[in-house]
Each structure stands twice: as structure tokens, then as C-alpha cells.
């Protein structure tokens, strides 16, 4: 393992996947040439046993033959007479033989050697050729001798040499399927053998490789965990040890930096954490002279400001009133300006009225002089009625009548005439009232209007004048509130310098537990006590809120 660790992790499991992959390969080739041969072997067996299978059905289909025509045959030397369909089985056994010798010719040779599988093929052909085709012809067309000549002198020598022919075919086929057998067998043997030695052998790796991460990894990043420990408890004093240059290795340096920096750093806040302290003690003590000193300018301007906001309120009073007054005059205004256009109204419509009864009393004039002229014309109609005697009594007492009516009228059109004249009067009375009235109201007018200038005067002086104060009292205002605010910014600046010698003696106390390779000692500073807080003084609750302003140190 010692020459490993200046390889890298990487390096060292890329090698060892490399020789897992290597072995698998291996292992997977000859696996698959294994199945490839027994696979060449499984077709080899096959068609052996199919070659086999139909010699064995042609053989028996040979027997067949001769065995069906020789009980034929028999029976024809008996005498017995012989049917058609006699000979129907021994065709049928004829044709079978026919198609198994078509069946192994497409079949050979196969695995089998080219002259014993033609050896069959000869044989058979010339048994069926020579022998048991023309021997059914003659048992079926020829005479009992020729038959008999055939089937003891010709066919037997035929069948004897296709008979030798199967048993060397069978004879090598078995022979074949053994040497197959043995092959297939001999090669599952090596195949288990190999694949439990590829176990091992990844077994062993599998170890080796265990061992080795726990060597060259799990120890260093243990040894890398406890070197952290020891710096999170502040001891900077341990050196790092080295192990080798691998990924883990690497480490080390970048360890021993980062404890050296450490060490620079700490050294540095324990120097600079006392400097710290000196100015933090006088930042405070500083701060707190001047927080006192504008606490009371705060104070001074919060009573100015308080009188100015008073002074401001009663302006304030003293100009809602002259508005107020002025808005007063100017409704007055509006008031009498509308009486004025309501008079000028009736004016004119007491003027209209007068002219209406001057036209009545035209119209009742010329009523008048109607009635008159009816009431002569109807006394002269009376005079001419009566002139005619008898025959004008009816146009009398008709004219009479219209005499009468012309009276009435006449009457009426005096007393309407009477009314007129006296109302016409009563008009031209009224009429004068009012533009006496309406002469009075445009005096009052002027009046309300002058009145009205006067208080919009007043009010403007008024505005300006609470504008001017009210600008003062927020300049007071603003003043005061700077003042806080500088105030505030003290009691900050104070309250930051002392949390400054807090955090400065907590870091100091922080640095302290660290020990470094000199052994420096942490210093012991005393603590002091905090700055006092200062309490800001409070406005009343009528001053004018300020303007918007920045929160810095501002100078007035």
C-alpha cells in the first residue's frame, strides 16, 4: 500500500475498474463463444437425429412394401382372386418411401461426410429403381414367375446394399453425436471453471479495493477531521502530517496555510483588539462630555420653539377670524347684490303691470263708445218700429232689449274703467317705492362692498403676518429638532463606543483561547465600566412637526 499513496484515488479506481472490465470482457467473450458452440453443436445433434429419423422411416417403409405384396402375392398363388384395392396399401407404402428419400436427399449431407450420405442416396434410389418398383409392376401386371424372379434374385442384393449403407450412415451419425456430446460438455466444464475464477479473482479486487480506501482515504480524512478538532479547541500549535500526494494528500498544504494564516490572523486581533480598546475608551469619555453640553442647547431651543408655537397659534386665531369675517362681508355682498337684481324684477314688473292697465283701459274705452253707438242704433230702431205699428211690435221689443243690453255694457265698461284708473294709480305708486327701494339697496351695496375690501385687507395682513411667525417657529422648530438630533447622534456614537469596548474585549477574550506556536499569552485588559445613557429631551405635544431631515451630525 506504501507505493500507492503517491497515486491518485482516481488513478488507482480507474485502474481497477479497468481490470474488472478487462476480467468481465473476458469472461463475457468466451462465455459467448462457449454458447455459440454449444449452439453449433445443439444444430449439428438436430439434424443428425432428423437424418437418422427419416432413414429409419424409409427402412421401415421398405419393409412394409415387401411385406404387404408378399401377402398379396401369397394369396395369388393360392388362387384366390386378387382385388384393385389389394394393392392400395402397398402403393401407398411405396410413395411414403418415395417422399423420405426426397426428404433426406434435401437434407444431406449435413454434418455428415458427402460419400456416406451419397452412399444412402445411390442405394436407396436403386432399391426403389431396380428392386421394389418394377416388383409391384410384375406383381400387378406380370406372371407369378416374373414376380418371383424379381423378389428373389434382384431386389434382396438391392436391399442388402441399402441396408449396409444405413448402418455405416447410423454408425458415423452416432459417432458424430458422441464427439459433439464430448465438445459440448468439455466446454461447460471450462466455462464454470472460468466464471468461479472470475468470482475469485473479483472477490480478491473487491478486497483490495476496500483495503485500499480505507488506507488511502477513510484514515487520511479522519486524520484530516481530527486536525480540524484540534484547531476548533484553538490549539494553532499541531503541524500536519504528511501522506502522500494523492487527492487527500493535496490537502495537507492547503491544512498547514490555512493554519499558519490563522495563526497571523489571531496574533494580528489580539494586537489590534488593545489598540481598539485605548480608542474605544476615549471615543466614549468624549461622547459623553458632548452629549451633556447639547442636552441642554436641546433643552434652551425646545422653550423657544414652545413660545413661537404659542405666538403662532394666537396669529393663527387672529386670521381664522378675518377670513371669517371677510367670508361674512362677502356673503353679505352676494346677499345684497341679489336683493338689488330682485328689486330691479319688480321694477320692471310693476312696470309691465302699469302698461297692461293703460291697454285695458283703451279697451274698455273703446267698449264704451260701442255700448253708446249700440244704445242710439237700438233707439232708432224702436223710433222706425214704432213707425210701422203692428208689424214692428216684435223689431220694438227686440231693439228694446239690445237698448238695454248697450246700457249694461256701458255701466260695466265705467266701473271697469274706474277700477283700471284707481289700480293704474296704485301701479305708478308702487313702481316709485320700489326704485326708491332698489336706489337704497344699490347704496347698501357699495356699503357691504366697501366693507368686504376692508376685511379682505385685514385677512391678507392677517395670512402674512401668521405665514412670517409660523416660518420662524419652524426654523425654531427645525433648530430644536437638529439639536435632538445631534443630541440622539452623541447618545449613538456614545452607546457605539461602548458596545465597541465590549465586542472588543469579547473578541479579545474570543482570540484569547487560541494558542499559538510561539505561546504568546492572551492580554488581560480591565474591563470599564459602560458610557451612562443619556436621555434626549422630548418635545410638547403642540410643537410643529419638522421637516424631513437627514439623520447626520449637522452644525448651526
Known amino acids: 500500500m506504501g507505493i500507492l499513496k503517491n497515486f491518485t484515488i482516481r488513478t488507482v479506481m480507474l485502474t481497477i475498474l479497468g481490470l474488472f472490465c478487462l476480467l468481465w470482457c473476458a469472461v463475457g467473450l468466451f462465455s459467448v463463444h462457449s454458447l455459440n458452440a454449444l449452439g453449433d453443436g445443439n444444430e449439428i445433434d438436430r439434424q443428425l437425429v432428423n437424418q437418422m429419423t427419416v432413414l429409419s422411416k424409409g427402412n421401415d417403409q421398405y419393409f412394409r412394401v415387401v411385406t404387404r405384396l408378399s401377402r398379396v402375392m401369397e394369396g395369388r398363388a393360392s388362387g ?45 434410389q436403386k432399391l426403389l429403381d431396380e428392386g421394389i418398383a418394377p416388383q409391384v409392376a410384375l406383381a400387378q401386371q406380370g406372371t407369378l414367375e416374373a414376380y418371383r424372379a424379381q423378389a ?108 499558519d494564516s490563522l495563526r497571523e490572523a489571531v496574533s494580528a486581533i489580539r494586537s489590534g483588539t488593545e489598540n481598539i480598546y485605548r480608542g474605544a475608551a476615549e471615543i466614549s469619555s468624549g461622547n459623553n462630555d458632548l452629549s451633556s453640553r447639547t442636552e441642554e442647547q436641546a433643552a434652551a431651543l425646545e422653550q423657544t420653539a414652545a413660545s413661537m408655537e404659542q405666538l403662532t397659534a394666537t396669529v393663527k386665531f387672529n386670521a381664522d377670524n378675518a377670513r371669517q369675517a371677510s367670508t361674512l362681508a362677502e356673503t353679505a355682498t352676494s346677499t345684497a347684490q341679489q336683493g338689488g337684481r330682485l328689486v330691479g324684477e319688480v321694477v320692471t314688473t310693476m312696470q309691465g303691470i302699469s302698461g297692461s292697465s293703460k291697454k285695458i283701459a283703451e279697451i274698455t274705452s273703446v267698449i264704451n263708445s260701442i255700448a253708446f253707438q249700440t244704445n242710439i242704433l237700438a233707439l232708432n230702431a224702436a223710433v222706425e218700429a214704432a213707425r210701422a205699428g203692428e208689424q214692428g211690435r216684435g223689431f220694438a221689443v227686440v231693439a228694446s232689449e239690445v237698448r238695454n243690453l248697450a246700457q249694461r255694457s256701458a255701466g260695466a265698461a265705467k266701473e271697469i274703467a274706474t277700477l283700471i284708473e284707481d289700480s293704474v294709480q296704485r301701479v305708478e305708486k308702487g313702481s316709485e317705492l320700489v326704485s326708491s327701494a332698489g336706489s337704497t339697496m344699490h347704496d ?60 472588543t474585549q469579547e473578541l479579545q477574550a474570543s482570540v484569547a483561547k487560541f494558542r499559538l506556536s510561539d505561546n504568546t499569552p492572551a492580554s488581560n485588559m480591565p474591563l470599564s465600566p459602560a458610557a451612562p445613557v443619556l436621555r434626549r429631551p422630548v418635545l410638547s405635544g403642540a410643537s410643529v412637526q419638522p421637516k424631513s431631515t437627514t439623520d447626520e451630525w449637522v452644525s448651526f
Open 80 to 124: 384366390a382372386p386378387i382385388k384393385g384395392e389389394a394393392f392400395t396399401p402397398v402403393q401407398q407404402a411405396l410413395d411414403n418411401m418415395k417422399s423420405l428419400l426426397t426428404q433426406f436427399k434435401a437434407m444431406a449431407p449435413g454434418p455428415m461426410d458427402e460419400e456416406t450420405a451419397n452412399s444412402v442416396i445411390v442405394n436407396w
Open 152 to 259: 428373389n434374385n434382384v431386389t434382396p442384393p438391392l436391399s442388402r446394399a441399402f441396408g449396409a449403407s444405413a448402418e455405416a450412415f447410423n454408425k458415423a451419425a452416432g459417432s458424430k453425436l458422441d464427439e459433439t456430446r464430448v465438445t459440448v460438455d468439455k466446454l461447460t466444464s471450462i466455462t464454470k471453471a472460468i466464471i468461479l475464477v472470475a468470482v475469485v479473482i473479483g472477490l480478491v479486487i473487491l478486497l483490495f479495493t476496500d483495503r485500499y480506501l480505507v488506507a488511502m482515504l477513510v484514515k487520511p480524512l479522519e486524520r484530516v477531521r481530527n486536525h480540524f478538532s484540534i484547531i476548533a479547541q484553538g490549539d494553532l500549535s499541531q503541524p500536519v502530517a504528511e501522506f502522500g500526494r494523492n487527492c487527500v494528500g493535496k490537502l495537507v498544504p492547503l491544512l498547514s496555510a490555512m493554519q
Open 444 to 503: 347698501i351695496l357699495k356699503s357691504v362692498q366697501d366693507v368686504n375690501e376692508i376685511m379682505k385687507h385685514i385677512a391678507a395682513a392677517s395670512e402674512e403676518q401668521s405665514k412670517g411667525i409660523s416660518q420662524v417657529g419652524t426654523a425654531v422648530t427645525e433648530m430644536d429638532s437638529v439639536t435632538q438630533q445631534n443630541a440622539s447622534l452623541v447618545e449613538e456614537v456614545s452607546a457605539a463606543a461602548s458596545a465597541l469596548e465590549r465586542q
